[in-house]
């Protein structure tokens, strides 16, 4: 691994609270760094600046007295001595020059005097004065009794440099105190800002599969994290909830399941124990019939199944319900039960043939098995809703029960059992058929006939679909769950192209 992987490595491997500490100090040293750099630079630039002003200010005045022929000795210098003052003739010689300035030797040579005519500062080394510290010099040019002269005015860089020094000298002790201090505050800060987030991870740890009824630990502060916390509790709330109907739908679906076999083994074990007494066309009849409930149960399962894993599309197409109400009402078996259709005409929704076939044939199945004379069906459109009504004059569902009986393996009563033909999965099967289409189905109080008169009792539902929308192509998913419900094993095993049994 190159360097710069085993680095990306060794930082990957650092906690989350090291890591946001290390990035924190990292960036507030760089603009530590950046900032002092100005700070030094500009403090620099205003002290220099402010010694050539006293240079320039000193030559100025000197110059003035030159012009006006008045020369004291010795020159007249400012800020305690601090500047030395020099007037040099054209030929090099001093004329004059402040106390404590050399009266034969000038601060420039003759070359650097003609470069330094311009009156701009420029650095002069100290030791030409006997100083330590550079100097800045300023040179301005005058004339003395008719003559040119240069007027050299040299201010000491001595408290320049003593304060940059200090101040430099401050910046390189102070800047890593002040580091070492922010790490240390932005450490205890990070880590109490992520307590919570080990408290949940603990809380996590200890949660298991059979103590999944607990919850992560709130943090008391309404922050990100406690909405993070409060995500995850509703989280575990619908995981407990899924899990526990995943339980019940297992137990549920077992006992379905090994009710029509118990049965089977009960009469064939009977029938081959007293072989010569048995009557064989009956008790292959019968063990047909709970294979068929079988078959009809383990179909019903593998339905749900496929809606559980959401594997249908919504926006496959455009359905034409009222002809396929008229289809699915067409072949069911009545048994003598009258059966009533009465449809708008040209409503159309959008969505799953196959599926919404098996919601009218689920709900007619149901009605057709509870009915005591007569079913009516009705679709009508209203305020842009698709309205599909299945209603029976049977012995009619509770209020209290209305929502239960959407449940999984729900049966309220003895009229709803197993010899009825049912399996408890319809209503259920209907129902999330019928969310998946982003529609509503309810149970309701019983209605006016056709007639006008008002029934007792029965049962009606009703199921509310969006109205119709432009088709696409469904995706593979629906795709196959279309092939599950409209490819039958046989019509007289599963009843017709949707894959229920006839009642019997």
Known sequence: MTPPGRLRAAWRRRSLQARLTILATLVVAAGLAAGSLLLVGSLQRSLVAAVDSTARQQAQDVAALAVSNRLPDPLPAASGGSVVLQVVDAGGRVVAGSV???????????????????????????SRVGQEAPLRVVVWPATYRGAPVRVLAAASFAGVASSLHVVELALVVGMPLLLLLLAAVAWVTIGWTLRPVGELRRGAEEITEAGAA??????????????????????????????????????????????????????????????????????????????????????????????????????????????????????????????????AGGVSVAGDAAALGRVVQNLLDNALRHASSRVEVSVEATDGWVVLVVADDGPGIPAADRDRVFERFTRLDDARSHDSGGTGLGLAIVREIVRAHHGEVTLEDAASDSDGATRSKGARVVTRLPGGASPRPPPHGAALLRRHWATPAAPDEVGGAYGLAPRR
Do not use: C, K, Y
């Open 100 to 126: 404590g300035g050399d009266r034969v030797v000038p601060l420039l040579t003759r070359t650097q005097l003609l470069h330094a005519s311009d009156r701009r500062a420029r650095f002069l080394d100290g």
């Open 214 to 343: 607990r919850q992560l630990p709130l943090p008391s502060a309404h922050d990100e994290i406690f909405r993070l916390a409060d995500t995850l509790n509703r989280m575990l709330d619908r995981l407990q909830r899924a899990s526990s109907r995943q339980r019940t739908f297992v137990a549920d679906a077992a006992h379905e399941l090994r009710t029509p076999l118990a049965s089977m083994r009960a009469q064939l074990e009977v029938s081959l124990a007293h072989p010569g007494s048995a009557d064989w066309p009956r008790v292959v009849a019968a063990a047909l019939e709970d294979n068929l409930r079988l078959a009809r149960t383990v179909d019903d399962l593998l339905v749900l199944a496929r809606l559980d894993e959401r594997h249908i599309d919504a926006s496959a197409g455009t359905v034409d319900l009222d002809d396929l109400v008229r289809r699915v009402a067409g072949r069911v078996e009545r048994s003598g039960l009258e059966l009533q259709v009465r449809v």
